[in-house]
């Protein structure tokens, strides 16, 4: 039987890199307008006549709000977003850069699909067992609620097996 090799797989050997810094976001205390960006491009925004807000990780627990799943094995794969109180926008910094999006309404979930190295896979597991390998380790999804703030999770959980061949996840944090 040929293995079937899908248009998104990233064929290399070794997990890629992230290739740039983290991203900030800034945001009209006007009129709300949102601008992503990296440092290196330099200078404070404006909008509206007014500096941007620049928006800085410290919102709710993320954890407690926001969860995802990692889906799909080395031809396709996504990363599946779910939460209890709806974002104004959701963003998924990745190996190569990031997307955004802005759920809509009557959605529980958003899924950023993966292509070329950030759809990095290890193995062909679907949904992702979140294993040592952490094929996506270095992804961060932001979420920003206009009254919360701007939360940050990293997707780094850890799944070990448990005595009763299921699995108990684990942030690193925990793991140590």
């Not at 992702?128 to 990293?154: M, N, Q, T």
Request: with cysteine; net charge positive.
């Amino acid at each position: 039987m040929t293995q079937r090799i899908g248009p998104c797989r990233y064929l290399a050997a070794s997990k890629p890199r992230k290739e740039r810094e983290e991203v900030e976001f800034y945001r009209c205390t006007k009129c709300g307008r949102l601008l992503t960006g990296w440092p290196s491009q330099g200078g404070q925004p404006h909008c509206c006549g007014q500096e941007m807000k620049r928006l800085i990780p410290g919102g709710p627990a993320e954890r407690d709000i926001l969860d995802y799943e990692i889906l799909g094995g080395p031809n396709e794969n996504a990363v599946r977003v779910t939460w209890e109180k709806r974002p104004e926008w959701l963003y998924l910094e990745t190996f190569r850069g990031g997307q955004l999006i802005f759920p809509d309404p009557r959605d529980r979930k958003a899924v950023f699909a993966l292509a070329g190295k950030d759809a990095y896979a290890y193995c062909d597991k679907d949904p992702c067992v979140e294993c040592s390998f952490r094929c996506k380790h270095g992804f961060i999804l932001y979420a920003f609620w206009a009254e919360e703030g701007l939360a940050a999770l990293p997707l780094n959980r850890i799944s070990t097996a448990s005595t009763r061949g299921g699995y108990t996840t684990k942030t690193p944090s925990q793991s140590q």
